[in-house]
């Protein structure tokens, strides 16, 4: 039994999940943060005047369509119920995100039915002033290329559809934890053979013949031998106002070039559920820049391409040198993973090594 004992380094969502289920499975987990909070880049602050849950890194909603991944979070706290609505700002008029009915009929001044969308967007003229307008310069402010030059899954990433359906994301499971994100992981990791050490960091030289699950950058952990691999990073200009609500809904895209930041988000409306915090007169909203990632800068967005490939390929025979270190997660696997495919991994991660070393 006493080799049952294994290191988790990186407390997001990857390596709490890893931790849990193998605490459940009778390891002893020694988990590691680097940060002095656990949670990753979904760490919330609330605020303390108004109660509002303040996403640091960003807004985060978690959506599923993976039953065991819902499954999973369920156990921990209740999902409120949120449904994500997404909209744009462009020359001067608010839309529906995304690609649907309300967006076209209202982008063309047309009335279509769903039976006349694909014909209707058929016409490359139709499709390319839809592109123009949405998707060109918001992705060029996301990632600083063309679109035509980044991987075309991104842009795939938004539901292109024929109805009024409003909702962001196809995902049948939708919502944010009633009780705060925080809380979702501070509870995953409240278990007895859990030691979590925050504001400590992994580096190779501890690596001993213990298992290490690892979710950190992978460049960094072999300190960027080969160089850097390309992040894109994000800031993020946080301000309170003076009103019940400034914008009426959570996330307003800004796709036109002449705005610098990518969109806004007013943090309130993630719990609609909270009527104090609705109701207060005050609100925290936030606007989102992108930029290139430069050393020091927190990695957001993998850069995937030709060149990124390769240099990541040269971190992983490194790390395929050490029997005893599974490399996962956002910053691990270098991936733009959402919230529920980290936790399909680090669930595909701790079966596996659970048979190998039944
Ligand atoms: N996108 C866009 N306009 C929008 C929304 C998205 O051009 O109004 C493109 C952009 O390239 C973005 C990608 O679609 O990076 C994926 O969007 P998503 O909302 O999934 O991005 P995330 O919330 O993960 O940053």
Redesign the pocket.
Known sequence: MDNRQVTVAGAGIWGCTLARVLAEAGYKVRVLEKRSQIGGNVRCETDPKTGIEVHVY??HIFHTHLPEVWKFVNRFVEFNGYQHK?L?RHAGKTYF?PLGLALVNQFFGVELTPREVPAFMADEAHKRAIFDA??????SK??GKA?ED?DPT??Q??PVRATYDVN?FNDYHQGIPASGYNSLFERMLDHPDIALSTAQAFTLEELGTETVFYSGPIDELFGFKFGPLPWRTLRFETERLPVADAQGTSVV?Y?DADVPY??QHEYKHYHPEDKRVMGYPETIVCREYSAEWQPGDEPY?PVNNEESAALLKRYRDEAAQYPNLVIGGRLGQYK?F?MDKSIESALATAKAYLEAHA
């Open positions: 960003g807004s997404v744009a995100l949405f998707f060109r310069n918001y992705t996301q990632w679109p980044i991104i842009i990433r938004v962001y895209n796709v990518t969109r967005y733009y959402d």
